[in-house]
């Protein structure tokens, strides 16, 4: 009586393993699937760039930030901060507010 308790036990024992070692099998067998899917997704380290490089500003690009019209046309001022403004509309400014308009820096 005694060992027909301890051989169901035992087969029961057995089971319970057999059915853990598959199942952790299987789930390794999936994450593996899982990792190679993902790496064929993501392109290859360094063939892009993530950020533009930056080139300088072309004669089209400067805009006064008090007016939005082009630098090229009126007659341009540089203050000590190096930002750009029409010559009037920056004189404008400096009789409301002693600081650049763009970066705040006092004149």
């Known amino acids: 009586m005694v060992l027909h308790g301890l051989l169901t036990f035992a087969s029961s024992l057995a089971i319970g393993v057999v059915a853990v070692v ?18 064929r997704r993501r392109p290859p380290t360094g063939s892009y760039r993530s950020h533009k490089q930056w080139e300088g500003y072309s004669d089209d690009s400067v805009h006064c930030t008090i007016c939005l019209s082009s630098i090229r046309e009126g007659t341009p001022k540089m203050l000590p901060c190096g930002h750009l403004f ?18 705040r820096m006092p004149l």
């Open 22 to 39: 598959g199942i952790c099998y299987t789930v390794n067998y999936l994450h593996g699937i899982m990792q190679e899917e993902e790496h």
């Open 86 to 103: 029409h010559n009037n509309c920056i004189n404008g400014w400096m009789q409301e507010s002693k600081k650049c308009p763009n970066c």
